[in-house]
Each structure stands twice: as structure tokens, then as C-alpha cells.
């Protein structure tokens, strides 16, 4: 199965050429094996190049599809070889819907376990209340994109928006039904059921 990453080298017109690694989203520290002597690692980055001369941001919504790819490694070889390692965080559930928006979060091999548990609860504690129908899909969904910006700094994007227009584009999440029949689905306008029915009872007792 492997664990994807994306390794982007930094070519003196600051684009970059961008290569593959079947198993570099491992434990980041492909990041200590890129260097001068070693650009490539010693194969475990292939030579074929993926995409040349493309731009950082569109590296992520033309390239980093956040449900295959697990790091994105910059390297600058101008600078010694510098590598810059982000984690990708998938902001979206298993079920099949808006499945392209994610996030990279700057990390290294010391920090990569405690991110990925930090956001692994995150994720998990909202798909639950979610299912549980505590909170919609919607909220659930800007409250993980809010912590991961805040907290760890993190940089959101929408995978595949580059394919079809010239630049990313603003992106909100759908709204969407809640999952519990519980009185508290949204319609169009953003007022739920329980607002309709209050509603209702105040023209009831008016009469």
C-alpha cells in the first residue's frame, strides 16, 4: 500500500519540480536522507519527474490529493539541501463527500507522532458527534479546519479546484443535513426545524 508523499525541488526561477515517493509519508525522516551527495535518497524517491516548473500552491490543489498523499517534502538545494516537511491532514470524513479538501502542517520527524495523534482525536471526537448528531457535518468541519490553522498554523486548501480554474478558489463547507433525525436539519435559509416549530408555537398561542 505504501504511505505517498510528494517531494517538490526548488529550481533557481523559485518553481519547482515535483517527484514521487511510494514511502516517504512513513515517519518524515526521508527528510535527513536528501542531500547534495543523496538528492533522491538513494532511490526512495523516484527520478521520474512528476510535474516541472510549477508553482508551490499549486503543487497542493493540483497535485497533493490529501486522501492518497501523506507528507510534502520542499527542498531547496540553493540552500544546502534545506528540506521543509508538511504533514497532509485529510479534513473530510470516509463517506465520499468533498473528499479533495485537506491541509499541510509544518512538522519533522521529532513532532510527526505527536501531530498526527493530536489530530487523529480531533477528527475522530467530531465524526462521533457528528454521527451522534451534536453537531452538523458543516460545523464539525470548520471547527477541525479552525484548530488546525490556530493550533499548529496549518495551511488549508481544496484539491483539484487548480484542474478546472486558474487559481483555487474560496471554499466553504457544503451544507448538509444532520445525521441524527434529532429536529435540527438546516434548510436553505440556515433556520432548523426547532426554529420553525418555535415559530409556530408563538402564532398558535398569538391566536
Not at 474560496?170 to 420553525?196: F, K, Q
Amino acid at each position: 500500500m505504501g504511505h505517498r508523499a510528494l517531494v517538490a525541488y526548488r529550481r533557481p526561477d523559485r518553481l519547482y519540480d515535483v517527484r514521487y515517493s511510494h514511502w516517504g509519508g512513513e515517519d518524515l525522516s526521508l527528510a535527513d536522507r536528501i542531500t547534495e551527495s543523496t538528492p533522491l535518497a538513494e532511490g526512495v524517491v523516484d527520478a521520474t519527474v512528476l510535474a516541472g516548473s510549477i508553482a508551490r500552491d499549486r503543487i497542493l490543489v493540483d497535485l497533493l490529493d490529501p486522501c492518497v498523499h501523506e507528507a510534502l517534502y520542499l527542498v531547496s538545494p540553493d540552500d544546502d539541501y534545506t528540506v521543509d516537511v508538511y504533514r497532509v491532514c485529510w479534513l473530510e470524513w470516509g463517506d465520499g463527500r468533498d473528499d479533495g479538501r485537506g491541509a499541510i502542517v509544518r512538522a519533522d520527524p521529532a513532532r510527526d507522532g505527536e501531530i498526527r495523534a493530536w489530530f487523529r482525536a480531533v477528527k475522530t471526537t467530531l465524526g462521533d458527534a457528528i454521527e451522534m448528531g451534536a453537531l452538523s457535518r458543516r460545523a464539525a468541519q470548520a471547527y477541525l479546519e479552525s484548530r488546525i490553522c490556530e493550533d499548529e498554523d496549518g495551511i488549508v486548501y481544496t484539491f483539484g479546484n487548480g484542474q478546472q480554474h486558474g487559481e483555487s478558489l474560496p471554499y466553504t463547507p457544503r451544507p448538509d443535513v444532520w445525521l441524527a433525525e434529532d429536529g435540527r436539519r438546516e434548510d436553505a435559509t440556515g433556520r432548523t426545524d426547532d426554529d420553525r416549530d418555535r415559530d409556530r408555537d408563538g402564532d398558535e398561542n398569538r391566536e
